[in-house]
């Protein structure tokens, strides 16, 4: 297999997420697959496999097990595809479902991917996995943004939506990351995704994510499409809306994700850069 290597919602390699992306993964199987992105060590890799009709079957993996749906190594794969043929739009076949993603190139020639979510939703965060994850965080009911209620949203994967009151509260992170585990492995949770908003358009993230073996994500499009669909299905944004959601400014490796919210109940755009490593 070519294992290429990305940077993806940032122009500069020194930010945003990194991840691996195989064109043509053609007779690689789960422990193969699994084995590449364990020995790449990026939060995601992303497995593809052309079919007939052009478009391509795609897996994701994490050095530690397989996951449903990632949005930075989605953004990375497009950027891939269209540097060897061209530009336009492509549909994805994911273990969430189909997903289809556009590039395009900006006056500068930067190439741009947009990707269009499976339909998002949300479920209630239960009382007792709440507190359990606060304890965990070292945060306190007293820490939340009250306009912003916790829930766990889908847009692709699951992952509990918690909105920090302050910049502050965001910054000072620091978990067990054993304990962590346990709680999401659980619940089947992707990653946590901790908000805080700036504006009513403007957001910063963090997304804890020890089941890919990483204490955090610097850059996650698929809790960003998700967090996209939670605001709507909520009422907490006017559609149709353009956020901007800025992601691993703490961790120096800073991202910018891009979320159109349509309206409706239609997938959650999901817009970023992404750069060859």
Do not use: K
Request: net charge negative; hydrophobic share 45%.
């Amino acid at each position: 297999m070519e294992i290429l290597r990305y940077v993806a919602f940032s122009t500069d390699p020194e930010g945003g997420n990194p991840a691996g992306v195989v064109l043509d993964a053609s007779g690689a199987d789960d422990a193969v697959m699994l084995a590449t992105a364990a020995e790449l060590g990026y939060s995601e890799t992303a497995f593809a496999v052309e079919s007939g009709d052009g478009s391509l079957d795609v897996r994701y993996f994490s050095p530690l097990a397989e996951v449903p749906f990632c949005g930075h190594a989605t953004i990375a794969t497009a950027v891939a595809h269209a540097e060897r043929h061209g530009t336009g739009r492509l549909l994805l076949r994911t273990a969430a479902g189909p997903v289809t993603v556009t590039t395009d190139r900006t006056a500068d020639g930067t190439l741009v991917a947009t990707l269009v979510s499976v339909a998002p939703r949300t479920a209630p965060l239960e009382e007792a996995d709440l507190a359990e994850l606060l304890a965990i965080l070292g945060w306190s009911a007293g820490d939340l943004d009250p306009a912003l209620p916790p829930r766990v949203a889908f847009a692709g994967a699951w992952h509990p939506v918690v909105a920090a009151a302050t910049r502050d509260r965001l910054t000072d992170l620091d978990y067990d990351m054993a304990a962590l585990t346990a709680l999401m492995a659980r619940r089947d949770w992707t990653t946590i995704d901790l908000v805080q908003r700036e504006s009513p358009t403007v957001f910063h993230a963090r997304n804890p994510f020890p089941p890919g073996g990483v204490v955090e994500d610097p850059a996650t499009g698929a809790a960003a499409a998700a967090f996209g669909g939670y605001l709507r299905e909520l009422g907490l944004v006017t559609t149709p809306a353009e956020l901007t959601i800025h992601q691993g400014v703490d961790m120096g490796r800073p991202s910018t994700i891009i979320v159109t919210v349509p309206a409706g109940d239609t997938g959650i755009g999901v817009t970023g850069t992404a750069v060859r490593l």
